[in-house]
């Protein structure tokens, strides 16, 4: 099995097979960060396989310095946006946050109760009820366990504008299972 | 990290990555297939705009004609640093060694005309797209920067 490093210089040097085998590893990445900003499977999936044809054709801009997934996710979230914007719903200003961030307990004792697959449906609406840029800032830094730093770096945010992206997001996300979870679970299924 | 936080964080690691379809990796290594394939094709239907050697031929011109223009052009006025005394040692040690003819007012009126400069502006930006495209990098400069 060849390195990461050893397919990145192949597809350098236009072996479409090599990128095919890098497409193989960070499909799942990739496809994750574009269906969590666009919603639906085949925005989704256009969103990430232009990511990755814009990525094969820029590659020899990848310095290998950096992570080469990181590379990826700066080109995914743009071309995100690039998109939502031409279809002109995405909000991607920041505005003011308020009040304290306080976890619903009884939310949180429902979600307990709940088995994992009802857990998870719930949790993903809840993601999908997010804005694009709140969604990638959560995914970032709670699945991918980025710190602010890597996920100022693949979104071009500020450091401040990015910590209020992350508050609001989990603000948004916690009150957006809230609701969900108040209601019977039977209509969740 | 306070405790709504690590919740969250179990619960988003719970959910995990979204799976994309089982063939997604095959459609885009059809699809840089068929872009490989269309960048060959155009590389080759474009023919280039100097050959190799018409190439050289140019570039040594271009080299000769700022070779006369370094040594016939006016040293700056009242240079005394070692760069303006080279300048003006080299000027001195070769055009004493030239024709008489050239020590005329020809090549100054030369050097002086706009339409020559821009001549070799022109010049240098042939041979500049003509060494760009030879590299096959020309069609990728829509791509913009990551």
């Known amino acids: 099995m060849r390195t990461e490093h050893a397919l990145i210089s192949a597809a350098k040097k236009g072996d479409t097979n090599a990128f095919g085998e890098l497409v193989k590893r960070y499909e799942k990445y990739v496809y994750t960060l574009a269906f969590r900003m666009m919603k639906t499977n085949e925005e989704a999936e256009e969103v990430a396989q232009d990511a990755f044809v814009k990525a094969f054709q820029s590659l020899h801009q990848f310095r290998e310095d950096g992570k080469f997934v990181s590379w990826l996710y700066t080109i995914v979230y743009r071309e995100s946006l690039n998109r939502l914007r031409r279809h002109n719903n995405v909000m991607v200003t920041i505005d003011e946050h308020s009040g304290l961030e306080i976890w619903p307990t009884d939310a949180k004792s429902g979600l307990e109760q709940l088995t994992a697959t009802e857990r998870i449906t719930i949790v993903r609406s809840a993601i999908n009820t997010l804005r694009p840029t709140e969604a990638a800032v959560l995914t970032l830094y709670y699945l991918e366990e980025y710190s602010l730093r890597e996920v100022c770096q693949v979104t071009g945010l500020t450091s401040s504008n990015a910590k209020v992206v992350l508050h609001r997001g989990r603000q948004n996300l916690l009150a957006a299972i809230k609701s969900m979870n108040s209601k019977p679970i039977s209509d969740w299924l | ?146």
């Not at chain 2, 297939?33 to 094709?41: G, L, M, S």
């Open chain 2, 1 to 146: 990290m306070n405790n709504s936080k690590d919740t969250l964080y179990q619960l988003i690691q719970e959910v995990g990555h979204s799976t994309p379809p089982v063939d997604f990796s095959q459609r885009v290594t059809s699809r840089l297939t068929d872009f490989a394939a269309e960048q060959k094709k155009t590389r080759e239907s474009l023919p280039p705009l100097i050959s190799g050697f018409g190439k050289w031929i140019i570039v040594s011109f271009l080299a000769a004609v700022f070779i006369f223009a370094f040594l016939f052009s006016e040293p700056s006025a009242n240079g005394s640093g070692p760069i303006s005394n080279l300048m003006k040692s080299i000027r001195s040690a070769t055009t004493q060694h030239l024709p008489s003819i050239l020590d005329a007012s020809l090549p100054v009126f030369i050097f002086d005309s706009i339409f020559f400069w821009a001549f070799l502006a022109f010049a240098a930006m042939a041979i500049a797209a003509t060494l760009f495209q030879r590299n096959g990098t020309s069609s990728q400069s829509v791509i913009g920067s990551y």
